[in-house]
């Protein structure tokens, strides 16, 4: 009303002015009227995003003097549950960017975790990002109110490499976003007491190295991230993806009663006996794809054994290039909290007599072979891996039996630094 009567009285005053003051009265009284219209209308943002303050917030600026502290608040989850509005705190975040509807309702949100350390030094891992990036946003769709949420695991100079590249990947993302990147050392800290026991039948070395404890993160996160986040998809970077990412997340509702877990098998006969080390390019640095200790001396002992030999039959391992984690169920699954214990995870690894060197792979391999009903067994179209040096290194007679995948591909997996191939 009081807007009503400022403009009354501007009205009532136009006979005394000549035409050209009338107009610019005019002008002044619709310019009253668009202030406080417009001013009046609230930015809504929905109960399951909390504020991310910036400082500064052109691309222009120098984001070193931004405040990038971020809540994250509500049940950031998917599925058909109602989203809360309750605070949560996950790990140890930073916000560094959002793009919102006009609404700013939230009643979905899809997680999507990479490990992103040491980029700022290799070329090789930003080329990489930029394959997967930009191939995620041109295929990805999501419905109004649904949100991917993307969580980076970097270091601070990896991190800042992070956020100059996603400015230029996200600006044609036609779905609504958020980014968060967790400090690799703050989740180490957490990561380490846990998994420490485990570390030395899974990794390269013969100790439990600190800095390895990263290398686990998927095995432990249900203990890590809170408890209102329930399902997240942990992916490498070295992926290309030829469909929509959201139907990725759709698999979670295929998970038979008891899984915690959906992951590809491997599509090498990795897991099938003795190798060495090699280079896959004598430019990159060392990679280890298998060695003698895997399943090796379990083979051997047990001939007819189905462990590490080729589908459909055999169990060839699993690859965590691409894992979905359902993390409410790993938190209420007993048997699988009780196989994180170290005493059970040293009589499995000396009941196979096994000792791998790729993490939380090589755990999941070792307990699946024991209790497959912890797994969801994801299509290979999913995490169509690539690599093929175990054909030309001693299995060139059984590879196509490990490396075989039917049907159409969505998503390639790029693994030993093998190419991808173009749309």
């Excluded at 990725?248 to 915690?260: I, K």
């Excluded at 072979?369 to 169509?384: D, G, K, Q, T, V």
Aim: aromatic share 12%.
């Amino acid at each position: 009303m009081g807007i009503l009567r400022l403009v009354a009285r501007i009205m009532g005053r136009i006979s005394t002015f000549r035409s050209y003051q009338f107009v610019l009265l005019l002008a002044a009284a619709l310019a009253v009227v668009a202030f406080y219209y417009f001013g009046s209308e609230r930015q809504n943002f929905s109960s399951t995003t909390k504020r991310i303050k910036q400082t500064q917030a052109s691309h222009n600026t120098n984001r070193n003097d931004a405040d990038l502290t971020v809540d994250i608040g509500g049940s950031h989850t998917h599925g058909s549950e109602e989203q809360g509005g309750e605070e949560q705190d996950v790990g140890d975040s930073e916000g560094y960017r959002t793009k919102k509807g006009d609404s700013g309702a939230v009643d979905q949100s899809y997680h999507a975790l990479m490990m992103f350390t040491k980029v700022d030094k290799s070329r090789s891992l930003q080329d990489k990002f930029r394959v997967a990036m930009l191939s995620m946003v041109k295929h990805g769709h999501f419905l109004e109110g649904e949100v991917l949420v993307l969580h980076f695991v970097s270091d601070q100079a990896s991190q800042a490499v992070g956020e100059r590249m996603l400015d230029e990947f996200l600006l044609d993302a036609t779905f609504e976003y958020e980014v968060l990147f967790h400090d690799v050392v703050a989740l180490t800290q957490k990561l380490f007491p846990i998994v420490e026991a485990m570390q030395k039948h899974f990794s390269a070395g013969s100790g439990a190295y600190y800095s390895d404890a990263i290398f686990f993160l998927s095995v432990a996160m249900h203990h890590i991230m809170p408890e209102s986040l329930t399902r997240i998809v942990q992916l490498d970077l070295d992926l290309k993806y030829r469909t929509n990412i959201r139907d990725l997340f759709q698999e979670f509702d295929r998970f038979p009663p008891g899984a915690v877990i959906g992951i590809a098998r491997e599509m090498q006969p990795v897991y099938r006996g003795q190798s060495e080390k090699f280079h896959c390019d004598p430019r990159q640095e060392e990679i280890y794809h298998g060695d003698r200790h895997t399943f090796w001396q379990y083979r051997k002992e047990n001939p007819q054994t189905k462990v590490g030999s080729p589908p459909p039959d055999g169990l060839p391992g699993f690859n965590s290039g691409v894992m979905l984690l359902d993390l409410r169920a790993m938190r209420a699954s007993v048997l699988y909290n009780q196989l994180l214990k170290p005493s059970n995870v040293a009589k499995l690894a000396d009941q196979y007599r096994f000792r791998g060197h790729l993490g939380d792979q090589d755990f999941f391999t070792m307990i699946g072979m024991e209790h497959p009903e912890l797994f969801y067994s994801l299509a290979c179209r999913w995490n169509r891996q690539l690599c093929t040096w175990w054909r030309d290194h001693g299995y060139g007679d059984v590879f196509q039996l490990y490396y075989r995948c039917d049907g159409p591909v969505y998503i390639y997996h790029g693994n030993c630094n093998t190419p991808i191939p173009d749309d």
